[in-house]
């Protein structure tokens, strides 16, 4: 069963930095792309961004490129999202989420950890 | 960037009944479009990839269609369980965006 953990959530503020990280089990880790989605208390889902599975190919959404960095660790089946220069609208539940197909990418996500939160707040 | 209108925005229906729920893109994007749901407090699900393929351990009773710009998710007769909030996500251009949700309540 794949198992999906997100951790390094909490309460920072403006300008602030967290890096968030998300520790997968029951996969091989490497053949799967990953994705960062957030939600901002009662909304919607958001894309933040995503990451092959060799760590090659990184995406992010507009509201994030040059403050937030993907990345990966195949040995230690572990993703992260360094997140610097934090804003308010950045308060959201950040889940990570396991693309659906071995070995390609479809951005389609079959799996997801439980979230961690962060709030922004002075 | 692609947006996605879901519609309706709450959907109000009894057990039993049939729920037709919309996602419209604002440009072709064949048939990238997934649909999940979303019960409060957890993580979403899956439910349909490809526009119309059902992800696995979904039941039947979950349908997609559509292509285009035009997607419908059916959900031929609720069951309680089935009560949440559902989103599509389309991936054929980046960004990968979501529509703002249907709430499917009794």
């Known amino acids: 069963e794949v198992q999906l953990l997100e951790s390094g959530g909490g309460l920072v503020q403006p300008g602030g930095s967290l890096r968030l990280s998300c520790t997968a089990s029951?996969?091989?880790?490497?053949?799967?792309?990953m994705a960062w989605v957030r939600q901002a208390p009662g909304k919607g889902l958001e894309w933040v961004s995503a990451?092959?599975?060799?760590?090659?190919?990184?995406y992010y959404a507009d509201s994030v490129i040059g403050r937030f960095t993907i990345s990966r660790d195949n040995p230690k089946n572990t993703m992260n999202l360094q997140m610097n220069s934090l804003r308010t609208e950045d308060t959201a539940v950040y889940y990570c989420?396991?693309?659906?197909?071995?070995?390609?990418?479809?951005?389609?996500?079959?799996?997801w950890g439980q979230g961690t939160l962060v709030t922004v707040s002075s | 960037e692609i947006v996605l209108t879901q519609s309706p925005v709450t959907l109000s229906l009894s057990p039993g009944e049939r729920a037709t729920l919309s996602c419209r893109a604002s440009?072709?994007?064949?048939?990238?479009l997934a649909w999940y749901q979303q019960k409060p407090g957890q993580a979403p699900r899956l439910l349909i990839y490809?526009?119309?393929n059902r992800a696995t351990g979904i039941p039947a009773r979950f349908s997609g269609s559509g292509s285009g710009t035009d997607f419908t998710l059916t959900i031929s007769s609720l069951e309680p369980e089935d009560f949440a909030v559902y989103y599509c996500?389309?991936?054929?251009?980046?960004?990968?965006?979501f529509g703002g949700g249907t709430k499917v309540e009794i």
């Open positions: 990451i092959s599975g060799s760590g090659g190919d990184t």
């Open positions: 989420a396991k693309d659906r197909w071995l070995g390609s990418t479809t951005w389609e996500f079959d799996s």
């Open positions: 440009q072709s994007i064949s048939h990238y």
């Open positions: 029951g996969l091989t880790f490497s053949s799967y792309a």
């Open positions: 996500q389309q991936r054929s251009n980046w960004p990968l965006t």
């Open positions: 490809f526009a119309s």
